[in-house]
């Protein structure tokens, strides 16, 4: 059974940082596909950054703050976020299993974590 849970969320100031983590079992991480993404209420869930082959996509909203990486040895995904701004603000989520089609679209993976908030306030 995959399951992904996610931890490090929180409060922050804006311009602040902070490291999210993504512990996933239950199907062969060091191969596959893994990303996060984000939402917030009355919004549509968006790609933030995604690691596929040996390569990473960004949304670009992220404009180099953000750095995702992955531990093969621990099989835990991090997404270490940098100058942040207030419109971060959301509940990120971790999401494996990629089907198909574009990397960011969170329609393109079968499985999701529950999800951490974070909260970046001016």
């Known amino acids: 059974e995959v399951e992904l849970v996610e931890s490090g969320g929180g409060s922050v100031q804006s311009g602040g940082s902070m490291t999210l983590s993504c512990s996933a079992s239950?199907?062969?991480?060091?191969?596959?596909?893994i990303g996060w993404f984000r939402q917030t209420p009355g919004k549509a869930r968006e790609g933030v950054a995604v690691?596929?082959?040996?390569?990473?996509r960004y949304a670009d909203f992220v404009d180099g703050r953000f750095v995702a990486s992955r531990d093969g040895s621990l099989n835990k995904l991090y997404l270490e976020m940098n100058d942040l701004k207030p419109e971060d603000t959301a509940m990120y989520y971790c999401?494996?299993?990629?089907?198909?089609?574009?990397?960011?679209?969170?329609?393109?993976?079968?499985?999701w974590g529950q999800g951490t908030r974070v909260t970046v306030s001016s």
């Open positions: 690691r596929y082959d040996s390569a990473t």
């Open positions: 239950g199907f062969t991480f060091g191969t596959s596909d």
């Open positions: 999401a494996s299993g990629y089907w198909g089609g574009s990397y960011l679209a969170p329609g393109s993976y079968h499985y």
